[in-house]
């Protein structure tokens, strides 16, 4: 986990901060919600309850639609990211061709349900909509890395490539 996603050493404190001085940078700007969202992601790694609470304090906006805007947009995320993002191809080809076994595989070898965490936080696992690579079909990709036609038994071997 980078810095800013620590809550061991002082990070806590710092990320709270921060929130403070985006909250006041955009206090009076016509539309801030969303470009304080992102910067508060940024800083946190995900947007908590308690860190939507503050938004909405800090911007005057009611917390519903604070969470309404966090929960519309796929950008932003309810729960912490892993350092490596693991994202499956649900889309229609990649459906068809096997990407639900795929999937059932990484949550079996992680031990995670789609939106969770493992514990040491590297890895993170979402069912994405169309990564628009269906001719790879199934396809699915590791932070920038992308895996296509795949099958349930290769997802081991992928898995060894980013534990260290």
């Known amino acids: 986990m980078s810095a800013n996603n620590c809550c061991c050493c002082g990070g806590v404190d710092s990320r709270d901060?921060?929130?403070q001085e985006i909250i006041e940078k955009y206090k009076n700007t016509e539309?801030?919600?969303v470009p304080v969202l992102h910067e508060a992601q940024e800083?946190?790694?995900y947007l908590p309850l308690e860190v939507q609470k503050k938004i909405a304090e800090g911007l005057n906006v009611p917390?519903?639609?604070v969470y309404g805007v966090v929960t519309f947009y796929?950008?932003?995320s309810l729960n912490p990211k892993g350092k490596y993002k693991i994202q499956v191809c649900m889309g229609?080809?990649?459906y068809v061709k096997g990407s639900g076994a795929i999937l059932e595989k990484f949550k079996e070898k992680l031990g995670l349900d789609v939106g969770g965490c493992t514990s040491d936080g590297k890895f993170s696992l979402e069912a994405c909509r169309c990564i628009g690579a269906c001719g790879l079909a199934?396809?699915?990709t590791i932070n920038d890395d992308v895996y296509g036609r795949l099958v349930p038994d290769d997802i081991e071997g992928i898995?060894?490539?980013y534990k260290e």
């Open 92 to 94: 229609t080809a990649c």
């Open 74 to 76: 796929t950008q932003f």
């Open 31 to 33: 539309g801030a919600l």
């Open 63 to 65: 917390l519903a639609e």
């Open 159 to 161: 898995l060894e490539k």
């Open 43 to 45: 800083v946190y790694g």
């Open 138 to 140: 199934p396809v699915i």
């Open 17 to 19: 901060q921060k929130l």
